[in-house]
């Protein structure tokens, strides 16, 4: 089991970046698929990005594709998100997510779906201002 703590929210400007952490604690990290979710006022939750346990193998949903990245640091039990060219609509709250598994579920795009996912952290807020 990981538990996993969000940090980075804040408000940004339009065309700003931002640089989400998810810090875990447990062990067995590298077993561990991230994802990255997101969720807007009113709207469900949906995927934005997963990285397998190595790293080598990374997904993202289409409408950040070019524009977020996502890595990992197992060395410090660390994923982070980095957005650029941040819009209104990346508002929300990010959460990241885990779940043991193996790169393939990063590959179809499982990862993607929040209920593909069995921990979770609390979230940490984005706001972008246009």
């Known amino acids: 089991q990981l538990q996993l703590v969000e940090s980075g929210g804040g408000l940004v400007q339009y065309g700003g970046s931002l640089r989400l952490s998810c810090l875990a604690s447990?062990?067995?990290?590298?077993?561990?698929?991230i994802g990255w979710f997101r969720q807007a006022p009113g709207k469900v939750r949906e995927g934005v990005s997963c990285i397998s346990g190595s790293g080598i193998t990374t997904n993202y949903t289409d409408f950040v594709k070019g524009r977020f990245t996502v890595s990992r640091d197992n060395a410090r039990n660390t994923v982070y998100l980095q957005m650029n060219s941040l819009k209104p609509e990346d508002s929300g709250v990010y959460y990241c997510a885990a779940v043991q598994g193996f790169a393939q579920a990063v590959l179809t795009g499982d990862a993607l779906l929040p209920t593909h996912m069995t921990m979770w952290g609390k979230g940490t807020l984005v706001t972008v201002s246009s």
């Open positions: 447990g062990s067995f990290f590298n077993n561990y698929i």
